[in-house]
């Protein structure tokens, strides 16, 4: 079996079960919901724009894969040169990160959406993973995406991958005004001593 149609059906294997994980998750939380079900007062929160953007980021990604996988010749025009050592390399953080989206979501338990709401009693998770970064989710499937983009070595992928990714930057911003707003003191305090995706440095930012 030759390097590509390893990166081919590798990338196909670490990318479907991301949104799985998500669902099983989802439905685990709230077995009498959908997963992705969607309140009117959570779209307005995410913004029409935005909804309908990420949406369409998320599904071109999944053709992009799917076409990669099944005729990768119809795609060399948009190939990127990155070494098998890298390709790999990905592969191996593709499957980290899927490891590590599992244990943030049983970290969050119930208190976990697909959109910007908050659940019945929302507490705020201080611990494992959230205690020194405070979007440890958004870290995981950012390493995933990149990973995703490593393995194909295809500059179209990257491209909708950054995209997707500053739109998470964006969605942070809202997601800690909602909770800045229910917690208050207590979700500044958390702020101050984390960082959004990376614990935060001694004396530094996020």
């Not at 060399?76 to 592969?91: D, N």
């Not at 997601?175 to 979700?187: K, N, P, S």
Request: proline share 4%; net charge positive.
């Amino acid at each position: 079996m030759t390097d590509d149609v390893v990166f081919r059906v590798g990338l196909v294997a670490v990318s479907v079960p991301a949104p799985l994980i998500q669902t099983y998750f989802g439905r685990r939380a709230r077995p009498h919901q959908a997963a992705y079900g969607l309140k009117r007062a959570a779209f307005f929160r995410e913004g029409r724009f935005n909804f309908i953007l990420h949406a369409t980021l998320v599904f071109g990604m999944a053709a992009l894969i799917g076409v990669y996988a099944a005729s990768p010749r119809s795609l060399r025009w948009c190939a990127l040169p990155i070494p098998a050592l890298w390709r790999w390399f990905g592969l191996i953080l593709a499957v980290l990160a899927l490891l590590g989206l599992v244990e943030v979501h049983r970290q969050l338990g119930r208190y976990w959406s697909a959109y910007l709401e908050l659940q019945e009693n929302h507490g705020l998770i201080t611990s494992g993973l959230y205690r020194r970064i405070r979007h440890p989710m958004y870290t995981m499937i950012s390493l995933h995406m990149i990973a995703l983009s490593m393995v194909s070595a295809n500059w179209l992928l990257t491209a909708l991958v950054a995209a997707r990714l500053v739109l998470f930057f964006r969605r942070m911003g809202r997601e800690e005004a909602m909770l800045t707003e229910h917690f208050g003191d207590q979700y500044r305090r958390y702020m101050q001593r984390t960082g959004r995706l990376l614990p935060r440095l001694r004396g530094g930012g996020d």
